[in-house]
C-alpha cells in the first residue's frame, strides 16, 4: 500500500547523459516536492509543483528539471549531470499548500549514481 | 532567521534507555513542527508532530516537548530499542517561505 512511489530506486548514469527520475502517488495530494539528500546531509527542497503551477527554488541549478504531466505523476530531468549530482532524489506529497495541509509523504527515493 | 538546529549530531544509547534528541528555531512564524524517522536507504518517515499551541504531544514511547517561549522542542524516546536506530530529523513549516525547514539531523544508535 506504498502512497509515493519512485522508480527506478538505483539509477546510474553517465557523466553528462540525461536522466529522468519518476514519482508516482496514489494519495490524490495537490502538491508534489522534488528533494535531494546527499549522505549524512538533511533532504534539501529542489522544486515543488501545486498542482500545475511548478515553484522553483532560488539555488535549484538550471541542469534540473521537472515535468507534472497529471495529479498521479511528477518526473524530475536532469539534462547533464554532473558528479556532484550524485545523491538519494526523493519525492514527497502533501494534500495542499499551507500549515494546515502538512504532513509530507516521502516516498523511498531514487538514489542517482554517476560514472 | 530560517534556520533549524539540531543537536546532538550522533547518539549513543543502551536499550531501554531514553533518547533525547533538541531542535531550536528563530522564526517565530514557524507554526507546525514535525519529527522524521529516516532509515538507511528510505525515504523519511513522519514520526510525530506538534503546533505551538501544545506544549507536549505523546504517541506510544515517542513525546515531543515544545517550549514556545524558548523557541525549543525535542524528541524523547522512551524505551529505546535497537530498531529505533535511525536518523532523526526535526523540521518546522510556516513563515514567510512557507516550506519545510529540516535540521541537520541525528544519527542515533541503539545498544542492545
Known amino acids: 500500500d506504498a502512497m509515493v512511489i519512485q522508480n527506478p530506486r538505483y539509477q546510474v548514469t553517465q557523466f553528462g547523459k540525461p536522466v529522468t527520475l519518476s514519482c508516482s502517488q496514489t494519495l490524490n495530494h495537490n502538491v508534489m516536492y522534488w528533494y535531494q539528500q546527499k549522505s549524512s546531509q538533511a533532504p534539501k527542497l529542489l522544486f515543488h509543483y501545486y498542482d500545475k503551477d511548478f515553484n522553483n527554488e532560488a539555488d535549484t541549478p538550471d541542469n534540473f528539471q521537472s515535468r507534472r504531466p497529471n495529479t498521479s505523476f511528477c518526473f524530475l530531468d536532469i539534462r547533464s549531470p554532473g558528479l556532484g549530482d550524485a545523491a538519494m532524489y526523493l519525492c514527497a506529497t502533501s494534500r495542499d499548500w499551507g500549515t494546515g495541509s502538512q504532513p509530507q509523504h516521502f516516498g523511498d527515493g531514487t538514489r542517482l549514481s554517476i560514472l | 532567521q530560517q534556520q533549524v538546529k539540531q543537536s546532538p549530531q550522533s547518539l549513543i544509547v543502551q536499550k531501554g534507555g531514553i533518547s533525547i534528541i533538541n531542535c531550536a528555531y528563530e522564526n517565530t512564524a514557524f507554526d507546525y513542527f514535525p519529527w522524521y524517522q529516516q532509515f538507511p536507504g528510505k525515504g523519511p518517515a513522519l514520526l510525530i508532530a506538534i503546533r505551538p499551541d501544545v506544549s507536549e504531544k505523546k504517541e506510544g514511547r515517542f513525546t515531543i516537548s515544545f517550549n514556545k517561549s524558548a523557541k525549543q522542542f525535542s524528541l524523547h524516546i522512551m524505551d529505546s530499542q535497537p530498531g529505533d536506530s535511525a536518523t532523526y530529523f526535526c523540521?518546522?513549516?510556516?513563515?514567510?517561505?512557507?516550506?519545510?525547514?529540516f535540521g541537520t539531523g541525528t544519527l542515533l544508535a541503539v545498544q542492545p
Open positions: 523540521a518546522a513549516w510556516g513563515g514567510a517561505t512557507n516550506k519545510l525547514i
